[in-house]
Structure formats: C-alpha cells, structure tokens
C-alpha cells in the first residue's frame, strides 16, 4: 500500500499481516488515526480487517473471544485508554483462561499537551493517565503487556503480539499505544505476513517411555479439560484412547468438548485417584483438588505442549513423565505404535434422564432440559450456568469438535462469548445455556444490542432457579448447621424479586418464552429455534427444579 500517513495506517497493516478478520472496538477518542486508515481503505477498495463498533468492553473482548475459540486465530481488540481496560479486564482474564489468542489494545498520552503536534486534549491530563502506564495494569491477567512507544516499531510490535498470543498457552496479549504514536507519521513499508506456528513433539524415547508404562498398565485413566480447543485435538484423542483402550474423564473444569460424549470409552466427569495405577493429565491445568491430593501409587503422565501454566498462580502436577510437545502430533505418534488391549466402560444416561423425571415428575428438573438441547441440530453450546454446569456438561452428549465452550474467568461473559462463536460459525445454531444469576451479571442491553446490530442470532436458555444457589451451597458447607439454617435466613441468594429475564427480548424485538412445566417445553425450544434460524434471537426462561 502507497499513501500511508500515519500510525493509525500502521496498526490497520498490522492486523492485516497477523490474519485479524475483525477488530473487535468498545470506542474511545484515541483510535480516531485508526478509523481514519479505515475510512481511507474502504474508499480505495484496499484490504482491512471488519471493524465493530460496540458499546461495552465485555461485549468486544467476548466476542474476540468466541470468535477465537472457533477459528483458532488472534483478532485485534481496540478498548480506550485505562478505564476503558479497566472495564475489560474480566473479559480479557476471561479470555487468558480459555486460552484465547487476541491483541488487545488501549492508549495514553506522553506529552500531555506540551510535545508538538497535534493537542492530544486536556482529558489526557486531568483524567486518564495511569501511573506507569495502562501496561501495567493489564500484566498480571495478560501472557504479555508492553508499550509500543514509537510509530517505527508499532507495525512489528502488534505482529509479535499476535505471535505471542497464538503460541502455547494461547491467550491475550496487550499493547499501550500511545496518542502521539498513532498521529505519528508512518511510510511503511508493510509488515510481512504472520505465518502459522510450527508443530513439536516429544523425543522417540520419551514417547516409547511412556507407552511402555501405558502398555503395562492394568487400569489407567486419561483426564483432559481442553484437548479439544486444539485443531484435530478431538480426533487425535479418539485415536489414542481406542489404541490403548483407555477410559476418558472430562472433569467438570473442562472449557470445551474434548471427547465424544457418546463414546464408550468416556467415563464422564468425576474419577478416583486412588483406582488408577497410571494417570495421564492431557491438557490438563489442575487435576487435583485440594493439589496436595496426591493419588496414593498412580504414577502420573502429563502430555502438554506446556505444562507449567504460567498464570496459574499455584499449580500442582506431581508428574512422574513429561510429554511437552505438540499435543496433537503427540497423540498420533503414541496412537500409531500402540496395541488395542483394553475394555470399555457402560453408559448409563438413559437411567440418569428417566431418574430425573421420576425425581420431579410435574416440574423441570435440569437433566430434562440438557437433555432436550440434544434435539438442536448443528449447534454449538456455549455455556455460562454454574450450579447447572455438569448437568450440561455431562447430558449435552456433544460428539463434535468445538461443539461446546465453557465460559471462563469471572461471570458476566456469556452472551458475548457466544456472540463471538456466532460470528465464527454463522452457519451453525449457537445455543448459550446460562443461570439466572449469571445472565443477570452480563452487559444485556449492549449484548442483545450487538446481536440485533450484527445479525447475529442467538438461543439463550436460562436456567432459571430463582436464586444464587451456588452462593447458598457454599454457605451451607461452611456452617451447615449454622444461624441460617435455623431461622432460614440465607442472604446474597435470593433472586426472585428480578425482572423476567425473558423481557429484556421485548425492547429488541426479539423472540421471549417462559417455560414452567415439562410439557410446555419441547413446543417451546421448537418456536425458538426456527426464530434463531429466521434470523431473531430468542430468549427461553425455564423454570427449573433445582
């Protein structure tokens, strides 16, 4: 590109060079140089990345962050100044524990005023400078967090940001931009194209190693979280497991579909370390709860391209062997030197669906609901119900990659995230499974605002109990036997003077329906779903049992 005239061109090249589709922007005054170059490229018919306006830090960092998780690619997020990453710092913590490649960036000033050129303004002054730079703030939730402080390095500075994020652990980085850099001019030469990340695997002997001890295992277990956000990752798994007829578990932590649900080979969500002789920790972040639970002989496996999570502020493996290469090429190179010797455990779902209708026959009981999401075709689930999370997890039966997302990090997320895997997967149904409490803490107005304005639809199924039930529980496992019990007096719980969740479709337009008994439910999901698919996002409030 010719005519480049300052440093709002160069972070648009940039992003263009790092394969950023979108640029995910909660605006602020700064990105004025940025939407300039943007405004310059449409008129000359050059190439850019899609630019959205939205109108709240957590909708833009989710939906880089549902966008992410799909196609495994960091997109550009632009927020303004530190208040603006202050307000975004759940999402991009968020973002870190999903493993979420992005390039988040904010501004300040450095002349406030008293350098040449362009007035940065007095709010620069008064208001939005950070001690230290915004930089600071966002290093401890961030994999990397610098200041890009001449417009001669921006361009490389967000490639190398895009790299960073992209490589294992996948997750956020930030970048300070400062005012004066982006008015900075700027005549290239365009960044060279960021090329994908090169694949490891461990040495034959460390391979040979550990399927020797697999091979001689006579009860091993393997026990994944997010072997599935890998691409092929699913697949690859499948072929290890049935090699060596290993059970998988996917324990309740786990942040996506990692292993056919319907398989006989999963072993659902809860194991005993203490069965097990060896343990293979895939993909797995913390296995152990407390971390000093030790098994008692298993000597444990841990297959990961990087195991020692560097923002896990405490983290426990007790690993016996370390495989740190590509986790997929891993994989495949154990699966084709293995023998099949094993045998497979029984499913017993079809006894879990009828024991819940028989436990709440008249009412909703949230196995019926999982279960019934299973009649949506081609849809992905991203899910943000806490108390309900491994009634979801473990009924849903997802068979597919990327067919199901845990919402990471603090709640207030979902329907952004989702937005994001929408906007990823427009084709597929997208289906967001949410408490009451949780969709309460999300940014609705922006959320649903974004969604009309995007065209992007959504399913919303609320589980709706009414009440903050996992703050009851932890009340009660501390002081079950305490003054609340007595006088039935439970604060921080109770939810039931809220608003109808479903009504917040109505100033939108959009699809509402409140489900209370089992029959009311089928009917429900079916007018939902061809509304989704004509092009309205709906929203199902379910009154659940519990």
């Known amino acids: 590109m010719t005519g480049h005239i300052d440093g709002g061109d160069a972070v648009i090249a940039a992003f263009n060079a790092a394969g950023a589709d979108y640029v995910f922007s909660s605006p602020g005054s700064e990105w004025a140089p940025v939407w300039e170059s943007l405004a310059r490229r449409h008129r000359d018919g050059l190439p850019c990345p899609h630019y959205l306006d939205l109108t709240h830090e957590t909708v833009a960092v989710g939906m880089a962050t549902g966008y992410a998780l799909v196609t495994r690619r960091a997109q550009g997020v632009l927020l303004h100044a530190g208040p603006g990453l202050l307000q975004g710092s759940m999402a991009i913590h968020g973002a870190l524990l999903a493993g979420a490649p992005m390039v988040v960036a904010s501004s300040e000033s450095v002349t406030y005023g008293d350098g040449p050129g362009p007035d940065p303004g007095g709010q620069w002054y008064r208001n939005l400078s950070v001690v230290g730079g915004p930089h600071v703030i966002a290093a401890p939730f961030t994999k990397w967090s610098n200041q890009a402080a001449s417009v001669h390095t921006l361009t490389t500075m967000i490639t190398r940001g895009a790299e960073l994020a992209a490589r294992a652990p996948a997750g956020p980085v930030y970048l300070n931009i400062p005012l004066e850099v982006l008015l900075d001019p700027w005549a290239g030469p365009d960044p060279k194209p960021v090329v994908a990340r090169g694949a490891t695997v461990s040495s034959a002997g460390d391979v040979e190693a550990v399927l020797e001890l697999l091979t001689a295992a006579s009860n091993p277990v393997i026990v994944t979280e997010t072997t599935g956000r890998e691409e092929g990752g ?12 290993i059970p998988v578990v996917e324990p309740a932590s786990a942040v996506c579909a990692n292993f056919p649900r319907t398989h006989e080979l999963h072993a659902g969500s809860e ?72 045998t497979a455990p029984a499913s017993t779902e079809r006894e879990a669906v009828a024991a819940a209708e028989r436990r709440t026959a008249g009412t909703l009981d949230p196995v019926q609901v999982a279960a019934a999401l299973r009649t949506i075709t081609d849809s992905v689930v991203v899910d943000e119900t806490i108390t309900h999370s491994r009634v979801v997890q473990r009924h849903l039966q997802r068979d597919d990659p990327d067919s199901y997302f845990y919402v990471q990090g603090g709640l207030g997320q979902g329907i952004a995230v989702a937005l994001g895997v929408k906007l990823a997967a427009p084709e597929k149904t997208v289906v967001l499974t949410i408490g009451d409490g949780a969709f309460l803490y999300n940014p609705i107005v922006q959320s649903l605002q974004a969604a009309r304005a995007n065209g992007l639809p959504l399913l919303i199924v609320i589980f709706n109990n009414h009440e903050y039930r996992s703050m009851k529980m932890n009340h009660l496992r501390f002081y079950p036997q305490g003054a609340a019990v007595e006088t039935g007096e439970f604060l921080g719980n109770d939810l039931t003077d809220q608003p109808d969740p479903a009504a917040f479709a109505a100033p939108f337009a959009m699809h509402a329906e409140t489900v209370e008994r089992p029959g009311e439910l089928a009917p429900a999901l079916d007018r939902a779903v061809k509304s989704v698919q004509g092009g309205t996002t709906a929203i199902v409030n379910i009154h659940v049992s519990r």
Not at 302 to 311: A, M, N, S, T
């Open 234 to 245: 699913m697949a690859a798994l499948v072929a290890f497991a049935e090699a060596l007829r």
């Open 271 to 342: 194991f005993d370390p203490d069965a097990h002789d060896v343990i293979v920790l895939l993909n797995c972040r913390a296995p152990f709860y407390p971390p000093s639970r030790r098994p008692a002989t298993a000597k444990i496996v841990v297959i990961d391209e990087v195991p020692q999570r560097p923002h896990i502020a405490y983290q426990v493996l007790n690993a016996d062997h370390y495989l740190e290469g590509g986790v997929v090429a891993t994989l495949r190179a154990l699966a084709a030197q293995a023998v099949a010797t094993r």
